[in-house]
């Protein structure tokens, strides 16, 4: 019992993290509607930007943390401005998106790994100090992941939920023409995509980052953790893509529980699979009417 | 010499591989991201039909294609249910759950282990073992393959395909049944790099799960995408291309910590600019959708 307990307290903190991977994974997919390879990229590249500045250039870790969501947001944008945007103006189906978008990823990851080798890079000293909840037991680290993810989160819908510009990017995903023809920035809306969604996965790489580390291969899986959270918990609903978080967190942590971790990867894709074939809107998106699909 | 005939050897197992993906991708106008799925399992069933059921190359090859072709039956059953984002993550699923599969099954597998002294094959009473009787034998199956596939394309059903691939819904209207003819090209394809992987376990005579990641089903596609789809040329070139390009960064004499990833660098820029410039890819006729 203890240690389901214990199960279910890390999957929380978990899906703090899942939950800013879907978010960010989520605002492109749904707005832009295609599919965010290069996230991965930019994920890798904020918990680097800090490695550089904390164990190249000596930064304090609080000028680093900075530093990197920076990073990462500027090749986020940049992304966006040297492929895929002049892309999208020459009319490129999505499937050309996709790839654009995976051989960016590639070139970026692998970059990186030039640069600082594809061994996995440390970027927290020392033992982590330990809280007890009565049998339980949490990490420092973890409350910040659990504080972090959840206040982000929160804190992003209660300001998006009235905000003309956000019911843009929103609409932007349905008819892209008639935003254009409303009269709203679509090219600032554009860039606000890119830039938040890059801030939500640099965030999540650097809590990550400062708990286990980071490698330059890892981009990949973190971005597949978004967009199954995403795909699972529903494109259309913000609170989906959490719950779709949180179920594969939790899942997970039953695989623990009852098997091992190593079996991690076979949950994460079974439910996706299971998904698309039984719910293709997703398990917490309202049943779309027949016209509107 | 013995190095030109193990990379033309290599050329070899890739062309079987990109010849078999291509009627999926080219002719069917799908991207598949679990190729490598049925290139590893092809890979082990040959490999454990002959060490732990005795029997010879041959039978356990075309068994192990068999069995390949029942997989791929069952993964295309519902993963061509979609079309385009859904259809690459629904694969890239099934390449996720047969990798963990493949690496945590350790009963049957070996998992991270791997199996290592597989037989060389037999055919004939002659062992198979130096470099050149390999590249007959590969060459061998290679045009007894591309032959049947010229064959398939050209035929009524690879014509099918085509439509299907240019407009889903008026080749339905004139009859052509897109659950059935993507299913066929999708068991054909997958039998074809189940072969590929019988001639890779038997020539490195050793296999583990990491030869068959998602990274090697992107390779593939990749290949497609480089060399060009919907025809028998596109496969060649981006064969040629691929597997050839990190042999010529090695004469360039870049130090073998970094050359991995100056080759990733350009294969991810190479994708790029051609999404730019050709999105058919260097030789191919089909436009990526």
Redesign the interface.
Known sequence: MILLSQLLLNALVNAAIFSLLAVGFGLIYRSMRFFYIAYGAVYVIASYAVVAAMQISGFPLYLSIGAGVFLGVLAGVLMDRTVYLPLERSGATPGVLLIASLGLYILAVNAVALIFGNEVKILSRGIEPSFSLGPLVITRMQVIQFLVGWILVTGFWLIIRKNTLMKGIWAMGETPNLVTALGLPCGLMRLLVFALSSVFAGVASLVTALDVGIDPHVGMHALLIGAVAVIVGGVDVYWGWIGGASLLALLQGMAVWQFSSRWNDLITFGILIITLLFRPQGLFSPRKRREER | MNYVLHLLIMIGIYLILSYGLNLVVGFGGL?SLCHAVFYGIGAYTGTLLMIKAGLPFLPAIFLGMVITGLFALIVGL?AL??R???F???T???Q??V???L??WIDLTRGPYGIPGIPRPVIAGVEVTELYQYFILVSLFLVVIVAILFVVCRSPFGLALKALRDDEMAAEGLGKSPVHLFLYAFVISGMVASLAGGLYATYVTYIDPTSFT?DES?FLLAIL?VGGTGNMIGPLVGTVFMILLPEALRFLGLPD??AP??R??I??????TL??LR?QGIAGEF???
């Not at chain 2, 294969?267 to 790029?272: A, K, N």
């Open positions: 991207l519902p249910r979609f385009g984002d859904s690459v993550l629904v890239l699923g099934f996720m759950i990798f963990t599969i690496y945590n998602l992107i995408l910590t970094v990833n100056v990733q660098m294969y991810g820029l190479t994708l790029i999404m730019f999105p436009k990526l959708r």
